[in-house]
Nanobody, 127 residues
Framework: QLQLVESGGGLVQPGGSLRLSCTTS????????ITWFRQAPGKEREAVSC????????NYADSVKGRFTISRDNARNTAYLQMDSLKPEDTAVYYC????????????????????WGQGTQVTVSS
């Protein structure tokens, strides 16, 4: 089974930056829309950002617009989430998920649409 692997999480001070990566060695991600989700303790999992497999279209949650940037490098079979100006409320476990030929407009694919998930990476924003 295709397994996604996230990395890049950690502890950062408010205002700091982190870059998360999502990759797999088992199959190409080229045909998959990739979404980054996050889940904070006691809260539902929410989509943060997504990127299409075809034209590079992207979508962002209002809470991260202007601060986070999603991208992908198909040659490296990797998707990224650059997170700048981090806030304490960004603290969560971040997951990537892949949806075959998924559309990202007008919204990221719904929670039940994904073919594969990663196991998550913890991001903690605290002074």
């Amino acid at each position: 089974q295709l397994q996604l692997v996230e990395s890049g999480g950690g502890l950062v001070q408010p205002g700091g930056s982190l870059r998360l990566s999502c990759t797999t060695s088992q199959y190409t991600l080229e045909y998959y829309a990739i979404t980054w989700f996050r889940q904070a303790p006691g809260k539902e999992r929410e989509a943060v950002s997504c990127i299409s497999s075809t034209d590079g279209a992207t979508n962002y949650a209002d809470s991260v617009k202007g601060r986070f940037t999603i991208s992908r490098d198909n040659a490296r079979n990797t998707a990224y989430l650059q997170m700048d100006s981090l806030k304490p409320e960004d603290t969560a476990v971040y997951y990537c998920a892949a949806d075959l030929w998924g559309a990202v407009e007008p919204d990221c694919p719904a929670l039940g649409e994904y073919d594969y998930w990663g196991q998550g990476t913890q991001v903690t924003v605290s002074s």
